[in-house]
């Protein structure tokens, strides 16, 4: 008998889950799918830890359930799905993902913007529906990139990482920052301006979001945003979906308000708001920013370091609520 009970919510890359079986008894959800709410409490009661996806809620109701709980390794670097400052009350240590995943969902952002400044998806349609008739010079034209303003809004680690690999575009770069601090790197590296949100709504030609979700960041982009961007604008969003009002997106949209829309991630996932498949201006993925074979793999092994670490008693790599540690001491 190994000394800890752990539970995974769904199957994550088999590297995470060998490390976790060096230190624990390890059950993993059988089913390919997310659990409802209902069959993850019944899951993890009795275990000593968890790991989970950020499809589960994780609040007062999980932790009255799972109470001999360690520790929870959130399987993700956004946690909006996590009470944080209920775990803490509890001081019941918590951990995300962050690093890991910078550059996979930084790509993801850049292949939001070539596929919907380029048409790409639209164009891809049309090839296979057999009806191209040949190449034709007012067919599926784009937009530019190269020389055009990049807007950040939220210059974190994905942020930053996606600002900087807009250099090989010669791309002007502004940003904007909750904390209203300045990014040095982004600064001094490609020259890149802390601006209000109305300047960069109003400036740039590529706004992409990197910003967390919290009750200040839902609905950031509603009508009245989509109404300051110019008409000539493209919008990306890999961070989390209720950061746009998405039936203020689709009309913004359909009234060409703006000019496309790349998404990764929805406002009520995993259903579409009404409209929004039907716009041809719109790329749509199915949340997968993180996922790359060595994103993937290295976010298994950090969730399960982080909670093996909970499981000692330790502060983990990456915790969300450390100074539950730093009391103790
Ligand atoms: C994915 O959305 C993540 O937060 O890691
Ligand atoms: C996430 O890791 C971020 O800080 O952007």
Redo the contacts with the bound molecule.
């Keep these: 008998m190994k000394k800890f009970k752990v539970y995974v919510t769904r199957m994550i890359p088999q590297e995470g889950i060998d490390l976790l079986k060096q230190v624990a008894e390890v059950t993993v959800n059988p089913e390919d799918r997310p659990l409802s709410h209902t069959e993850l409490l019944e899951n993890v009661r009795d275990h000593d830890g968890v790991v989970g996806l ?1 499809t589960d809620k994780i609040g007062g109701d999980f932790f009255d359930t799972a109470a001999n709980l360690k520790g929870y390794a959130n399987y ?3 946690f909006d799905n996590i009470d944080v400052a209920e775990a803490t009350r509890r001081r019941i240590p918590v951990s995300n ?1 962050p690093g890991v ?1 910078t550059d996979a969902t930084a790509e993801c952002a850049w292949a939001l913007i070539f596929s919907v400044a380029r048409r790409v998806v639209e164009s891809d349609k049309v090839m296979r529906s057999g009806t191209w008739s040949g190449w034709g010079p007012l067919q599926f034209i784009g937009g530019d990139i190269k020389g055009k303003t990049l807007g950040i809004v939220g210059a974190g680690r994905i942020g930053t990482e996606m600002a900087l690999m807009s250099r090989g575009f010669g791309m002007k770069v502004l940003y904007t920052s909750s904390s209203g601090r300045k990014n040095t790197v982004l600064e001094s590296k490609i020259g890149a301006r802390l601006v209000s949100f109305t300047e960069l709504l109003e400036t740039a030609d590529f706004v992409s979001i990197h910003t967390p979700l919290t009750p200040q960041t839902k609905h950031l982009f509603d009508a009245s945003a989509f109404s300051q961007m110019k008409e000539t604008a493209y919008i990306v969003n890999t961070a989390r979906g209720p950061v746009i009002n998405e039936n203020d997106l689709v009309a913004a949209l359909k009234n060409g308000t703006i000019a496309g829309a790349g998404l990764d ?1 929805y406002e009520h996932e995993p259903h579409m708001t009404p409209g929004l498949t039907e716009l041809e201006n719109v790329v749509i993925l199915p ?1 997968v ?2 996922a790359t074979k060595s994103s993937r793999t290295d976010m298994a092994t950090l969730a399960a370091r982080n909670l093996i670490a909970m499981l000692n008693g330790d502060q983990p790599e990456t915790c969300l609520n450390p100074d539950i540690f730093n009391e103790q001491n």
């Design positions: 950020l993700a670097v956004g993902t995943l991630v949340h920013g993180s």
